[in-house]
């Protein structure tokens, strides 16, 4: 039997190296993987389903899904994972702790991105500034026009306005024209060398392992998505994806494990293991709905309760029903 020619989009991550080398190979199917950033992978996969496989944005695809208009289904493989404590700046020389962020004007590339989500999520539980307390400001991180990749339509209390035309939100904080300003990347320009602009947590690091020994939640980004159409056709196929994504990230933990020589360009690796382990356990980056059911509640329900899912989805209907179990020997 020939097997499917597919493309894959994806990022090129330690964990997806194996498939990229042809280390690990998807059963059946004979791949074209296109290694791009999230933007141009988000920005081609929803407006136009351009790849047969493709990472996709846990947001944007609970956007879709929630409205049945998904052109992919999802399986529980999560590229990136992130602590998004590091993802909101402020001007310092205003902000002093999170509750000061009432009333401000916070600047958002997108209101519907999964960073985002998780951050508003993070300062409505732990410090009860709710998304309607401030007021959103849209535009692009480094370059002015950037769209709302997706249509919403946002609870009415909820307060949204673009960025002057030509202005992008790292200008816009660099100047003091927001108060604040939550992103995947951090701010570029001028605003990245002002004395005045800083995380809004001092330490994140230490606010982040706080949150997770209280929760138990570590932030899902991305999934992996599989044209509708072609599972229809090919149902085997959401199962051999999912192998084949668990195969490479093995690949990668067992390299990233070898310390006889370090296999990323970073000092105290070997440290940093260790403690991830020691505070999450061993599978601390871990696929599959059972060991992240707790932290695909959290983000479910703070998606709806932000107006961004159309309903409120379960857990058990955002994936594709082979996710849900698997053989055992």
Request: with cysteine; glycine share 6%.
């Amino acid at each position: 039997m020939a097997k499917l020619n597919l493309s894959v989009a994806m990022g090129d991550y330690d964990r997806t190296r194996a498939l990229l080398d042809g280390e690990v190979q998807i059963d059946g199917v004979d791949p074209v993987y296109m290694t791009l950033s999230p933007e141009e992978i988000f920005f081609r996969a929803f407006r136009n389903a351009e790849f047969d496989i493709s990472e996709l944005s846990f947001s944007s695809y609970l956007v879709k899904a929630s409205k049945n208009e998904s052109p992919y289904v999802a399986i529980p493989v999560f590229l990136s994972r992130a602590f998004r404590h590091t993802s909101i700046y402020v001007r310092k020389d205003r902000i002093k702790r999170p509750e000061d962020l009432r009333g401000c004007r916070i600047g958002v590339p997108e209101y519907q991105l999964t960073a985002i989500v998780w951050a508003r999520s993070i300062l409505q539980d732990d410090y009860g500034v709710r998304p309607e307390d401030v007021t959103w400001v849209r535009g692009g991180i480094d370059e002015p026009g950037r769209p709302e990749k997706i249509k919403l339509q946002l609870p009415e209390n909820v307060k949204m306005e673009s960025a002057p035309e030509g202005d992008t939100i790292s200008a816009m904080l660099d100047r003091g024209d927001i108060d604040g300003f939550i992103a995947p990347r951090p701010p570029g320009g001028d605003a990245a060398n002002n004395p005045n602009v800083g995380w809004l947590f001092d330490d994140p690091t230490a606010t982040a392992k706080e949150y997770y020994s209280r929760t138990g939640v570590f932030p899902i980004m991305h999934v992996v998505g599989i044209k509708k159409e072609l599972l229809e056709k090919q149902p085997w196929l959401a199962g051999a994806v999912l192998k084949a994504f668990e195969k490479s990230k093995a690949a990668a933990l067992a390299k990233l494990s070898d310390t006889s020589a370090t296999k990323v360009t970073l000092p105290f690796v070997e440290e940093q293991l260790k403690a991830a382990r020691e505070a999450m356990g061993s599978d601390y980056w871990s696929y599959g709905v059972g060991p992240n059911r707790k932290t695909l509640e959290t983000f479910v329900q703070h998606h709806y309760s932000q107006g961004l899912s159309s309903r409120l989805m379960s857990v058990d209907e955002i994936f594709h029903p082979a996710s849900y179990e698997s053989f055992k020997i």
